[in-house]
């Protein structure tokens, strides 16, 4: 890292000055005094870090968007040459990120401007995965990163004599009813994984070497401490929201567990005790949506209207979902995507080359060249997906404007949350009555079944959102050890979802990286806390609406007031503690998991209704 300030001395001692006598003046003999010993160096001032952070940042603009576009490159289109092309700009960045983090810390007792030192401390948190300040340690961390995000987007199996991707694989998850299928599917995807857990297990090794550099304990108290509070104190609070939602979670697994076993027996799921994962829809069990047709209340259970056939009858296609989506965002105020949004985004799976097709948003020159990629079907699911990702576009051109360092969301959950928020309002019936896909929304008597279907993927996610980091957490502190991969993956699914795999895991299983975010090295928990935030934020942006009615039918759809208020959020970007932000639009300063209560209340009760003569819980 280039110095900005030197003193005298040290300029020209990098210049290899020499000094002489003034030709006037005669040398004159001196005693010899004793040999001084090295110059204690000067305590970095106040005016060393404001010139730090404007360099810095000047730095990591530059470095981000180089890295961004190769990165996208790889991302669109996966050879050996990408794979080398991120690697190596990856080292070259986590390198970077490494020397300016431990050259912040130089200014950890230093009085600065809270500006200032807000910035300084984001850059020590701003490494997902730090490598130690030593010669090779980036670049190996790269290649391992590289190769294990690589690994998993080309991964595929056989299956009755067919090479399947994990798109294929979740489609027959989401469609199957038959056991053995769903079993062989599961089982099938997570052959791609056991040859990461050596990397994995090495990638451990090298970040928390370099959080311990940066001063944390490990890499999980690196991640837990990006919250503007102590890193057990967030891990006490997300345990806290946990408490408010898991008596209803508890009570749609009871439910569901009761349905699954009426639909297969007790052989294949038992009416007491954990459920099988694979029969619930979702290559990990997080969503349980796709299986609505099993856990359907017995009467007035069939929806007046599926969105999936909406859609094709529309004669709707994956641009024109993007388009739809854009269209909520610009009815609250906010500027249409540019033009380079439609010529650089990928928005459905080429023919001719691999690619990830994780869907992710991006903005690649931290200012306008705001993307999507996405391998989009016509359905409702990934109209979902549409909303939450440009979500992540529109907030990274609402902050565009901060210092770079800023340019965030006040926390990584509130970037997941804000999509999700829009996704409230346009999966409700009035949403599709009001962009001309329904005719009419129907009556209360399809309150329960709209729920139950919301619940089916928001409630269902709650404990998976907590787990995975839970399960990294654990591995990073060394309570987790690799030969326990495995066994502890599976006991937390236990513990937090009440689930269990269809069959034994083989002895070299490595279920975990069969997630796209362990691998990828993505932090978790932000899902977990964006499933609470996103409530918060629809339950306050319809009281400014002004709506009466119940939460789960309120669109905030054209209400340019609303919308003027929430890009005033999105604009603060990270300058400030999230819990400014939240109080910026909600005017509360904390979590609160009873906005999901009172969405959900109505479907409670009915569940209770339902369970009463269950055995619940596992």
């Not at 490494?127 to 790269?142: I, Y």
């Not at 979740?170 to 079993?183: G, Y």
């Not at 297990?201 to 940066?214: F, H, K, P």
């Not at 007031?561 to 400030?576: D, H, L, Y």
Request: hydrophobic share 40%; glycine share 6%; with cysteine.
């Amino acid at each position: 890292m280039k110095r900005l300030l030197m003193t005298a001395a040290a300029a020209c001692a990098l210049a290899g000055c020499a000094t002489t006598p003034s030709a006037s003046t005669a040398p004159t003999p001196a005693t010899p005094a004793a040999p001084a010993g090295p110059a204690a160096p000067a305590a970095p001032t106040a005016a060393e870090a404001n010139a730090f952070i404007a360099d810095t940042e000047k730095q990591l603009a530059e470095m981000s968007e180089y890295a961004s576009r190769v990165s996208w490159v790889r991302n669109t289109y996966i050879t050996f040459d990408t794979m080398w092309l991120e690697s190596d700009v990856n080292a070259k960045y986590t390198e970077m990120g490494v020397k300016l983090a431990k050259e912040a810390a130089r200014f950890n007792d230093v009085e600065v401007d809270p500006v200032v030192r807000r910035k300084l401390n984001l850059l020590k948190l701003g490494l997902v995965a730090p490598a130690p300040d030593k010669p090779g340690a980036a670049d190996e961390l790269a290649q391992i990163t590289t190769r294990m995000d690589s690994t998993y987007a080309t991964g595929k199996f056989q299956y009755q004599g067919k090479t399947l991707t994990l798109n294929d694989a979740e489609d027959i998850l989401a469609s199957s009813r038959d056991p053995n299928t769903t079993k062989a599917v599961y089982e099938g995807w997570r052959t791609i994984s056991p040859v990461m857990k050596p990397d994995y297990a090495r990638m451990v090794e090298i970040t928390n070497q370099g959080s311990r550099d940066l001063g944390y304990k490990d890499t999980g108290a690196l991640w837990r401490s990006g919250y503007d509070m102590d890193a057990d104190a967030f891990a006490a609070e997300t345990d806290r929201l946990w408490a408010q939602v898991e008596p209803f979670y508890r009570n749609l697994h009871c439910y569901v567990r009761a349905r699954l076993n009426e639909k297969y027996g007790d052989k294949v799921q038992p009416r007491t005790g954990p459920i099988r994962a694979d029969l619930l829809g979702n290559m990990w069990s997080q969503q349980w949506g796709n299986i609505y047709d099993v856990v359907a209340p017995k009467q007035g259970g069939k929806s007046a209207y599926s969105l999936d056939n909406l859609l094709v009858k529309a004669k709707y296609d994956p641009v024109k979902m993007v388009k739809t989506g854009e269209g909520f965002y610009t009815s609250l105020g906010l500027a249409p995507l540019p033009q380079t949004f439609w010529e650089r985004s990928q928005i459905t799976r080429p023919r001719d080359r691999e690619v990830v097709c994780h869907a992710s948003a991006w903005n690649l020159d931290n200012k306008d060249d705001v993307r999507i990629k996405m391998c989009t079907k016509v359905n409702a699911e990934d109209f979902a997906t549409i909303h939450h990702e440009l979500g992540h576009n529109f907030y990274q051109r609402a902050y565009k404007d901060q210092p770079f360092l800023f340019k965030n969301g006040a926390n990584d959950g509130f970037h997941e949350a804000i999509g999700d928020f829009i996704g409230l309002s346009a999966t409700t019936p009035e949403y599709l009555v009001q962009i001309g896909l329904l005719d009419k929304a129907p009556g209360t008597s399809e309150d329960i079944p709209f729920l139950l279907k919301t619940a089916l993927d928001k409630i269902a996610f709650l404990p998976f959102g907590l787990m995975v980091d839970r399960w990294r957490w654990g591995v990073f502190d060394g309570e987790i050890t690799p030969d326990n991969y495995n066994p502890a993956w599976n006991a937390m699914m236990l513990k937090y979802q009440g689930l269990v795999p269809p069959g034994p895991r083989p002895a070299d299983a490595f279920d975990p990286g069969a997630k796209y975010h362990v691998p990828g090295n993505v932090p978790y928990t932000r899902y977990f806390l964006s499933h609470i935030y996103q409530f918060q934020f629809h339950r306050a942006a319809c009281q400014q609406a002004g709506w009466t009615g119940p939460l789960h039918r309120c669109s905030i759809y054209g209400n340019k007031e609303v919308g003027a208020r929430f890009n005033a959020m999105m604009e603060m970007g990270q300058s400030r503690p999230w819990q400014d932000a939240m109080a910026a639009f909600t005017g509360e300063h904390g979590n609160d998991a009873s906005a999901v209560a009172d969405y959900f209340a109505p479907l409670n009760v009915w569940l209770t209704e339902q369970n009463k003569n269950e055995k619940c819980g596992w």
